[in-house]
T-cell receptor, first 114, second 115 residues
Framework: NAGVMQNPRHLVRRRGQEARLRCSPMKGHSHVYWYRQLPEEGLKFMVYLQKENIIDESGMPKERFSAEFPKEGPSILRIQQVVRGDSAAYFC????????????FGPGTRLLVL | QQQVKQSPQSLIVQKGGISIINCAYENTAFDYFPWYQQFPGKGPALLIAIRPDVSEKKEGRFTISFNKSAKQFSLHIMDSQPGDSATYFCAASDDRGSTLGRLYFGRGTQLTVWP
């Protein structure tokens, strides 16, 4: 019974490059959430998706960030033209349909922008 | 603006002692309050959660106490063990349809349990 999977676990990018973070939810879960964690801070909500639908993206920066959860395959968080301030741990969580608040987190992707 | 305020920032407890972490909130629409445990380099793990219709919930050595009128809730870890050393986050979620899936997290408490 695999948990939430994220890859890569570590990602290094130079300023201006693109970062693609992937998340596969737990089996049977169709809700996916992305959170960002800066050092010494709690997690900040970014976006909530269901298959082929963005439910709430009010936590996403208006520019350079996008997320999708296609019918087939993992959810992807995409950051275009990364800047040093994007360096953080990005966590994905998933929940079952009937309990959207019961969220299980993956191990995270640590993004470092040089 | 921090929706959920957590204290203390760090906590040191002797093995066998009680660890207490507190959280406070203002939004009366919050209706779900989970606690997460995070070890270095790992993702947060759901520990225990409570809804405002009960004042206390216990699971093993972990207890949530909830005070609806004071808008505060706390995590108690009884008989604390060195293996409990981790960062603990409280969180809250409201019942509005537009933000149904969003968890608001506190800043975390770094717990160290000395053997």
């Amino acid at each position: 019974n695999a948990g939430v999977m994220q890859n890569p676990r570590h990602l290094v990018r130079r300023r201006g490059q693109e970062a693609r973070l992937r998340c596969s939810p737990m089996k049977g879960h169709s809700h996916v959430y992305w959170y960002r964690q800066l050092p010494e801070e709690g997690l900040k909500f970014m976006v909530y998706l269901q298959k082929e639908n963005i439910i709430d993206e009010s936590g996403m920066p208006k520019e350079r960030f996008s997320a999708e959860f296609p019918k087939e395959g993992p959810s992807i968080l995409r950051i275009q033209q990364v800047v040093r301030g994007d360096s953080a741990a990005y966590f994905c969580a998933s929940s079952p349909v009937e309990q959207p608040k019961t969220q299980y987190f993956g191990p995270g992707t640590r993004l470092l922008v040089l | 603006q921090q929706q959920v305020k957590q204290s203390p920032q760090s906590l040191i407890v002797q093995k066998g002692g009680i660890s207490i972490i507190n959280c406070a909130y203002e939004n009366t629409a919050f209706d779900y309050f989970p606690w997460y445990q995070q070890f270095p380099g790992k993702g947060p793990a759901l520990l225990i959660a409570i809804r405002p219709d009960v004042s206390e919930k216990k699971e093993g050595r972990f207890t949530i106490s909830f005070n609806k009128s004071a808008k505060q809730f706390s995590l108690h870890i009884m008989d604390s063990q060195p293996g409990d050393s981790a960062t603990y986050f409280c969180a809250a979620s409201d019942d509005r349809g537009s933000t149904l899936g969003r968890l608001y997290f506190g800043r975390g408490t770094q717990l160290t349990v000395w053997p």
